[in-house]
């Protein structure tokens, strides 16, 4: 391999990691929820997309960066919460497919809120993160923002993986995950363990949501949507409901679409994923981390 | 005999406000516009409506007939247009199509119509099937990209001398049509397509992979087919990766829009073939633009200008005659002025094949022409 098509595969490798983190960033939030209440949360990219309106919306009014995150995390974290309540809360003892169904309807409900607020047509969303790129070489650059994208990534995994094995309420999401009506009789109001799972992932839900529509600069109504495609993809490759599972099913995912991109055809990139995918499944059925099969 | 008289004055008077009413209506004839008012296309959807309101206001001013303008979505998707091209249809107050706006919709559509006598008149679909299909109910106010795609091929090779081309279209009748059109004559002029990919419209945002997979290529341009959406963010992946060869690409990106996501430093140089620019110096092209800007304080695109024309062909066919879906399909064909899009008047295939394609370049932060 000569010079420049080492660095040309360094490029893609780059490409292809920061990809990743942001399949691997919704992923993690989306896959968080299935772990623990073993409900596909359909809403969860709905509430990212939501957030990072609002966080166009602050930067737009000239508020701070800090700030416009802040509003942001306060706004799908209230989201989230009111939807647990108002939609799923009263459908827990009811069959699985029912609060399924419940959150597509959430979903549509705030697509389209999304859209008479906002409007339909993509908006750029404002450059607020120093995005000039890092000239190694002529043939490898590389963002800040990749890099931020992939730090933010690595810091909520650690800090999630602390959370659930090491604090009490931790324990307590954990309890609540195996067996809800022995948490309650073990005195663990089980209902406000449930609210704070949406509650944090719909603040990872919001951190996601600026940082990707910072990476992708345009912010549209369909971006949740399209976004959470390729995470439960990630989060079923990885094994379902497991943190480190979604990491890496998201790295995984970009790096094989980054280099189907680059050294096959762009025009065939989700037939390789989805192939990558059902060989994957074929040998190890539940996933790289095997996670929950037995109830996929 | 009081009460008798009054009932008699008022019958009168009742008679005649009714006579006068007959005399003074003038016919009121119901289009349908199906386009995409919702998704990555809705800004099409925005500006063509914009054209439009100049059009209807001409039209129902003149005072020959009044005009009402039925509008759906289509959402860009294909399926939904076949849907929207069933409900127009079986409306029997429609009486012609001004739609719909994308390719691959308008193919889904037209058959629809076709069974129904409907005329489709589409302001904006270039794909070279749409009018090669048999249907005779199928007219556009632009002519085929195959036209446009050579032209472009011819002035890559003869004006800016280069020999080695990087395409890259939307996957869809549109970015496929004028991708194949582009190609074709390119190779046969002698020069070479050093990579050829596609992406999926609206889905696909993040292009680096691409840049990446076209900076290690030989190519000397790149070839963008496709709407400014994902045009720009091409333009702005080639620039941050510091891949340096000229842009070109049709007329969805001659748009200011353009300019903002690409930023302008990216989209300096870039070059686009069009139906509509506000420098050509034609005098119809002139009023319209003076018409838009007075409307609305900004420049119109080339969208608003061709359903400002479609609407217009269509209200002078219906007073020609053209009062049912069947008069119609008989004189539309015949119909022939001066537009703000330069002559309408539709060939055997039914397409616009006379109107002059333009060169725009961005130079300084703005779109100027080119020219010849």
């Given at each position: 391999m000569d010079n420049t098509s080492l660095s040309h595969f360094v490029q893609v490798t780059i490409n292809g990691l920061s990809m990743g983190c942001v399949y691997a960033l919704v992923a993690v939030g989306y896959g968080m929820v299935y772990g623990i209440l073993n409900m596909i949360n359909f809403a969860h990219g709905e509430i990212y997309m939501f957030g990072a309106y609002i966080a166009y919306s602050a930067l737009v009014c000239k508020m701070g960066l800090f700030s416009s995150i802040l509003l942001s995390l306060f706004f799908c974290g209230v989201l989230g919460v009111t939807v647990e309540r108002?939609?799923?809360?009263?459908?827990?003892?009811?069959?699985r497919i029912a609060p399924a169904l419940t959150a597509m309807a959430v979903a549509l409900l705030i697509r389209s809120a999304v859209m008479i607020i906002w409007g339909s047509s993509?908006?750029?969303?404002?450059?607020?993160?120093?995005?000039?790129?890092?000239?190694?070489?002529?043939?490898?650059?590389?963002?800040?923002?990749?890099?931020?994208?992939?730090?933010?990534?690595?810091?909520?995994?650690?800090?999630?993986?602390?959370?659930?094995?090491?604090?009490?309420?931790?324990?307590?999401?954990?309890?609540?995950?195996?067996?809800?009506?022995?948490?309650?009789?073990?005195?663990?109001?089980?209902?406000?363990?449930?609210?704070?799972?949406?509650?944090?992932?719909?603040i990872l839900a919001a951190i996601a949501g600026f940082l990707i529509a910072n990476y992708y600069i345009l912010l549209f109504p369909l971006m949740g949507f399209l976004g959470t495609i390729r995470a439960w993809t990630a989060a079923v490759l990885g094994g379902i409901g497991k943190l480190s599972g979604a990491v890496i099913g998201g790295l995984l995912i970009g790096l094989v679409e980054s280099f189907a991109m680059t050294y096959?055809?762009?025009?065939?990139?989700?037939?390789?994923?989805?192939?990558?995918?059902?060989?994957?499944?074929?040998?190890?059925?539940?996933?790289?981390?095997?996670?929950?099969?037995?109830?996929? | 005999m009081r009460i008798g008289k009054y009932l008699f004055?008022?019958?009168?008077?009742?008679?005649?406000?009714?006579?006068?009413f007959n005399v003074l209506a003038v016919e009121k004839y119901k289009i349908g516009v199906p386009m995409p008012f919702t998704g990555d296309g809705a800004m099409y959807g925005e500006v063509a409506k914009e054209g439009l309101r100049i059009a209807l206001n001409e039209i129902n001013t003149r005072g020959n007939i009044e005009i009402e303008l039925v509008y759906h979505d289509d959402e860009a998707i294909p399926a939904n247009a076949a849907i929207v091209a069933n409900r127009l249809s079986m409306d029997k107050d429609i009486i012609a199509v001004l739609g719909h706006f994308n390719s691959s919709c308008s193919l889904?559509?037209?058959?629809?119509?076709?069974?129904?006598n409907l005329v489709m008149l589409s302001p904006c679909s270039s794909a070279l099937k749409l009018t090669r299909m048999g249907l005779n109910n199928v007219f556009r106010i632009i002519a085929t990209d195959d036209i446009l795609s050579k032209q472009m091929a011819d002035f890559v090779w003869d004006r800016l001398d280069i020999k080695k081309a990087a395409v890259v279209c939307e996957n869809s009748d549109f970015g496929r049509g004028l991708a194949n059109g582009f190609i074709d004559q390119f190779e046969k002029r002698g020069g070479s397509i050093s990579a050829f990919e596609t992406y999926v419209p609206n889905v696909d945002k993040d292009f680096n992979p691409l840049?990446?997979?076209?900076?290690?290529?030989?190519?000397?341009i790149l070839v963008v087919l496709g709407v400014y959406v994902e045009a720009s963010l091409i333009t702005r992946a080639a620039g941050n990766l510091g891949y340096k060869v000229p842009v070109i690409g049709g007329s969805g990106i001659y748009n200011p829009e353009f300019l903002e996501i690409a930023t302008p430093e990216f989209a300096e140089g870039a070059i686009s073939f069009t139906y509509f620019l506000t420098d050509y110096p034609d005098l119809e092209t002139q009023r319209f633009i003076e018409l838009y800007r007075t409307a609305y304080s900004k420049d119109p695109i080339d969208v608003p200008a061709n359903y400002y024309d479609g609407i217009h062909a269509i209200a002078r066919a219906i007073e020609l005659g053209g009062t049912t879906r069947e008069k119609l399909l008989e004189i539309l064909p015949t119909i022939e002025f001066k537009g703000a899009t330069g002559l309408i008047k539709f060939d055997e295939n039914h397409d616009c094949s006379e109107k002059i394609i333009m060169k725009a370049t961005v130079k300084d932060g703005n779109w100027v022409a080119i020219p010849d």
């Open positions: 108002l939609a799923y809360k009263p459908l827990r003892e009811a069959s993509p908006i750029m969303f404002p450059q607020v993160i120093n995005n000039k790129p890092i000239i190694l070489n002529n043939n490898i650059r590389f963002y800040p923002l990749q890099f931020s994208i992939i730090f933010v990534t690595i810091v909520i995994w650690v800090f999630s993986l602390w959370l659930f094995k090491y604090t009490k309420i931790g324990k307590a999401i954990r309890a609540v995950s195996q067996d809800r009506n022995t948490a309650w009789l073990m005195g663990i109001d089980a209902d406000k363990i449930v609210s704070i799972v949406y509650l944090y992932g719909s096959i055809s762009t025009a065939y990139k989700d037939v390789i994923i989805f192939i990558v995918l059902i060989i994957i499944l074929l040998v190890m059925p539940r996933g790289l981390l095997k996670g929950r099969g037995q109830k996929v | 004055l008022s019958i009168i008077i009742i008679m005649g406000l009714l006579v006068s889904a559509g037209a058959p629809v119509y076709a069974e129904h840049i990446t997979k076209f900076k290690a290529t030989d190519a000397e």
